[in-house]
């Protein structure tokens, strides 16, 4: 069975830099495209960033593009940075994976999901 293994995340200062990581565990032989997802209180959940399985192809929510950063580590292996963190940063992000060689940033199409990291930005 394929699960995604979340680190990082908790309790964070404004203007600190978050680094989240995420790795596929089980059936790791294959391609997986990866993505960052997040869910504030009482607001739905969006896309933050998604990556492709070669690091070739990434989407960075447009509101981050000049703070958020999304690479991938190793093989089935993706992490997020976001610099210059807000308060407005403060939800609940979650990983989530499928497998395939192609590319999206919607999270429908995801069809592996980790636990959820809590991130609070405390100002």
């Known amino acids: 069975q394929v699960q995604l293994v979340q680190s990082g995340g908790g309790v964070v200062q404004a203007g600190d830099t978050l680094k989240l990581s995420c790795s596929v565990s089980g059936r790791t032989g294959g391609h997986y495209l990866m993505g960052w997802f997040r869910q504030a209180p009482g607001k739905e959940r969006e896309t933050v960033a998604t990556?492709?399985?070669?690091?070739?192809?990434t989407f960075v929510q447009y509101s981050l593009s000049d703070r958020c950063t999304i690479a991938t580590e190793q093989k089935n292996r993706a992490s997020l940075q976001i610099r210059r963190l807000k308060p407005e940063d403060t939800a609940v992000y979650y990983c989530?994976?499928?497998?395939?060689?192609?590319?999206?940033?919607?999270?429908?199409?995801?069809?592996?999901w980790g636990q959820g990291t809590q991130v609070t930005v405390s100002s």
């Open positions: 989530a994976a499928v497998e395939g060689t192609g590319f999206s940033t919607d999270s429908s199409r995801f069809d592996i």
């Open positions: 990556i492709n399985w070669s690091g070739t192809s």
